[in-house]
């Protein structure tokens, strides 16, 4: 029977293209603000290690682990997942059978392995598995592309880890992970700003929010991996850019006129992705 015990964190795709520099830094980044997540979110859990792409959280509380993550930039898929000691490639497919029951035993699947031990490769893993459950399960048909379910298996020394449907996560780039941009809310309509900030905090941009008084956005904390939101006049913003410590800024403008009393206001040219909609 299938009883998750930890939380399967699938990274953003992007992540392994990167130079090896860039993705340590983005792998730690991400890292980071996963913590921040659990802890604004008082998730109790024993530790976090990385595995080939992916964050494995073991917790007793996997539905709650789940819910803290969803917002989390740079996390592209959760998955809850069962992890179980092993000795040998016909205990995984014994236990991987159990862990079907009730969940795949007809129509189509395919099972994706992941092998990171010496005894057997990943294609093994995938064949073993998948004959395993094929004479458990007589009314199941494999089928590697689109299948209606699929069964995942990554196996480490002793230890397998089990895991079947993805629920859908925030995607795009650890937060941070872009450097800092400038966010003009002075003069624009909430749901504009929020609207905007979400986009930028997607890229992996940090925010400075730019105005002449902070504003309350509390709806954009847990979308910043729940770190402080930081706010600076129009003065102190032409500051942060002219000694590098903002890269760009940004206006939810949608008129060539607000655009460019931005501009003038931060004293360079501002972006505006609205404003040709």
């Avoid at 998730?43 to 996997?62: A, P, W």
């Avoid at 079907?100 to 005894?119: L, P």
């Avoid at 925030?170 to 624009?188: C, D, H, N, T, W």
């Avoid at 942060?240 to 800024?249: K, L, N, T, V």
């Amino acid at each position: 029977m299938f009883e998750p015990n930890c939380v399967v964190v699938l990274a953003a795709p992007e992540l392994a293209i990167k130079s090896a520099a860039v993705r340590v830094f983005m792998q730690n980044g991400l890292k980071k603000n996963i913590l921040l997540c659990l802890k604004a979110k008082e998730v109790n859990y024993s530790k976090l290690v990385y595995l080939g792409g992916r964050y494995l959280i073991y917790s007793e509380e996997t539905k709650k682990v789940i819910d803290s993550l969803k917002t989390c930039f740079g996390v592209y898929s959760l998955f809850l997942a069962q992890e179980k000691k092993f000795s040998n490639l016909e205990e995984i497919c014994s236990f991987a059978v159990d862990a079907c029951k009730g969940a795949i035993t007809q129509g189509t699947f395919a099972v994706r392995g992941r092998s990171f031990v010496k005894e057997f490769s990943s294609k093994k893993l995938e064949e073993e598995i998948g004959g395993a459950l094929l004479s458990a399960y007589p009314k199941l048909k494999v089928k590697l592309k689109s299948p209606e379910k699929e069964f995942f298996c990554i196996a480490q020394k002793g230890m397998a880890i089990f895991y079947f449907e993805s629920i859908a996560a925030a995607k795009g780039m650890p937060v941070g992970s872009q450097g800092r941009v400038g966010l003009i809310f002075e003069g624009y309509l909430r749901e504009e700003v929020l609207i905007l900030a979400k986009l930028l905090l997607k890229t992996g941009c940090s925010l400075l929010l730019v105005g002449k008084e902070e504003i309350t956005f509390n709806e954009l904390v847990e979308w910043n991996s729940f770190k402080k939101l930081n706010f600076a006049s129009f003065d102190k913003a032409r500051e942060y850019y002219s000694h590098e410590g903002i890269r760009a800024f940004f206006s939810p403008a949608k008129s060539i006129k607000d655009a460019k009393r931005d501009s003038e206001l931060v004293g360079v040219k501002v972006f505006v992705p609205f404003l040709f909609e």
